[in-house]
Every structure is written in C-alpha cells, then in structure tokens.
C-alpha cells in the first residue's frame, strides 16, 4: 500500500469488496485486519485500519486522537498487506481512508451526528482481491465449430486492463473434450503457459497475473496467443482452437 507523495492525510484504513470468500489477512505490524462474508451490504470482503493511539492532541475543539503510529504517511510505503483465499486474483474495489483528527464529542452532547460510510469519505480505486469468475467475455468468435474450447473470463480484444492484470481462461464451455496438456500460451511473443494456475471448480479453470516490469506484460498495447486441442463435437477429428486477444494495460 503506498500513500501518494502529494496526500493530505495518512492513510489510516483501507477496506476491500470482492466476491469470494476469504481465509485470512495478514498485516504488518501496527496494523490489524479482518475478512468478513455476513456484511451489511452482502459483499464478502476485508477490512485492515492501522491501530490507534493511545495519546491524545489538544485543540481548541477539544482532546484528539493522535494518529496512529503506523498509518502510512504521504509519500510512504507499506508491505506485508495478504489475503489468504482458495479463489484466484481479481480486481477489487478498494476503499482507502485518512486520518483526520476528530475531537471526541462532550459528555453532555445530545445533539444527533451523522458518519458518512466509507464510500463518501474515502478515495475509491481497484487492487486485487479474491475473485469468483463466473461470466463468459469472449469464445474467439473464430470458428464455431471449436471456439468453446477455450474462453476467457475476464478478456477480449480491446479490453482495457489495469497493472497487475489477472487473465481468466475457462475450458470447454459446450461441454467439449480437450487435452489439457495441450493448453498453451504466449505473451507479447513470450511463453507464459506456467504462469497459469488451476482455480476452484466453480471459478476459473486457468487463471495468471501479470505485473509489468516483471512479466511480458507492458503498459499500452499487448498481444495474447492461447491454444489448446480438443475433439470437434460429434466426429472423431481433433482440432486446435487458436485465439489472438489484443488488449491494453493502464495503471
């Protein structure tokens, strides 16, 4: 987690919505986290805030919460952040909030107040997450007789994809036979069929991540050869199903 040169704030929480369940967090110290499925809002997720202090500042509104003295001050950069899951990366919406010293209210207030949740009050992004794929993006559209072989779930040509990039690939989705061994895949003319990783059976059949700077994978334009063999529904012959994805990486 890094905190921009130019921020106002540390950054003292940040939360994660995705769609799978998690196991666990792990956190650096000074931190602590959760992962939770029975969320208010029925998205599983995780939630990781810095732990608070225990001195106060004066103001002249009152006593304030110092900060926390592991937030992550502007400029900085904080790693050990891991959620622990079955399911494969995927992109996940991100909440990430300051800190903002907000004096505790006077004992005799009675005055009614309101807290904005965290959509209101945090800036909002993706990072990756836990990640049940489910829909079909593209099959090739290339020749019918063997574009089930192999589909993505996450991917077609033209795509616009954030850095790292999670590529899902699902297999015989007419309910074809192929030889798995026979997957292969290249990267911008790299090979990268041992990047891919099996997922569990109501997800992905294959999913990769890709970072650039240590991975084929470049920010702009790139090219995806994947592959695989399988028997053509109703004859005996095999056949290769062979399909080119073209797509872009942003940060």
Same mark, same amino acid.
């Given at each position: 987690?890094?905190?921009?040169? *130019?921020?106002?704030?540390?950054?003292?929480?940040?939360? %994660?919505?995705?769609? =799978?369940?998690?196991?666990?967090?792990?956190?650096?110290?000074?931190?602590?986290?959760?992962?939770?499925?029975?969320?208010?809002? !029925?998205?599983? @997720?995780?939630?990781? $805030?810095?732990? @608070? &202090?225990?001195?106060?500042?004066?103001?002249?509104?009152?006593?304030?919460?110092?900060?926390?003295? $592991?937030?992550?001050?502007?400029?900085?950069?904080?790693? @050990?952040?891991?959620?622990? *899951?079955?399911?494969?990366?995927?992109?996940?919406?991100?909440?990430?909030?300051?800190?903002?010293?907000?004096?505790? %209210?006077?004992?005799?207030? #009675?005055?009614?107040?309101?807290?904005?949740?965290?959509?209101?009050?945090?800036?909002?992004?993706?990072?990756? !997450?836990?990640?049940?794929?489910?829909?079909?993006?593209?099959?090739?559209?290339?020749?019918?007789?063997?574009? !089930?072989?192999? $589909?993505?779930?996450?991917? =077609?040509?033209?795509?616009?994809?954030?850095?790292?990039?999670?590529?899902?690939?699902?297999?015989?989705?007419?309910?074809?036979?192929?030889?798995? &061994?026979?997957?292969?895949?290249?990267?911008?003319?790299?090979?990268?069929?041992? #990047?891919?990783?099996?997922?569990?059976?109501? @997800?992905?059949?294959?999913?990769? %991540?890709?970072? $650039?700077?240590?991975?084929?994978?470049?920010?702009?334009?790139?090219? %995806?050869?994947? &592959?695989? &063999?399988?028997?053509?529904? !109703?004859?005996?012959?095999?056949?290769?199903?062979?399909?080119?994805?073209?797509?872009?990486?942003?940060?």
């Amino acid at each position: 987690m890094a905190n921009g040169a *130019s921020a106002e704030q540390p950054i003292e929480t940040f939360d %994660l919505a995705f769609n =799978a369940p998690a196991v666990r967090v792990q956190f650096p110290a000074g931190w602590w986290g959760i992962v939770f499925v029975d969320a208010p809002n !029925g998205i599983p @997720g995780a939630a990781l $805030a810095a732990g @608070g &202090s225990e001195a106060f500042i004066e103001t002249p509104y009152g006593p304030t919460p110092a900060r926390p003295p $592991a937030a992550i001050l502007p400029g900085a950069t904080l790693s @050990g952040f891991v959620v622990e *899951s079955a399911y494969p990366p995927g992109y996940a919406r991100t909440y990430v909030e300051g800190y903002a010293g907000v004096p505790f %209210l006077p004992v005799d207030w #009675s005055e009614p107040t309101n807290t904005p949740d965290d959509t209101m009050n945090a800036q909002r992004g993706w990072s990756l !997450g836990p990640t049940r794929y489910t829909a079909i993006t593209t099959d090739g559209n290339r020749r019918p007789a063997v574009d !089930g072989f192999l $589909a993505f779930m996450n991917l =077609a040509t033209g795509a616009e994809l954030l850095d790292p990039a999670p590529i899902a690939i699902k297999f015989a989705i007419n309910g074809e036979t192929v030889y798995l &061994s026979t997957f292969r895949a290249e990267l911008n003319g790299v090979d990268v069929t041992a #990047s891919f990783f099996p997922g569990p059976p109501d @997800g992905a059949d294959r999913v990769a %991540l890709f970072r $650039a700077g240590s991975s084929p994978l470049v920010l702009g334009k790139n090219v %995806l050869i994947t &592959s695989i &063999s399988g028997l053509v529904p !109703g004859t005996t012959r095999t056949a290769i199903d062979t399909d080119r994805i073209v797509f872009t990486i942003r940060q």
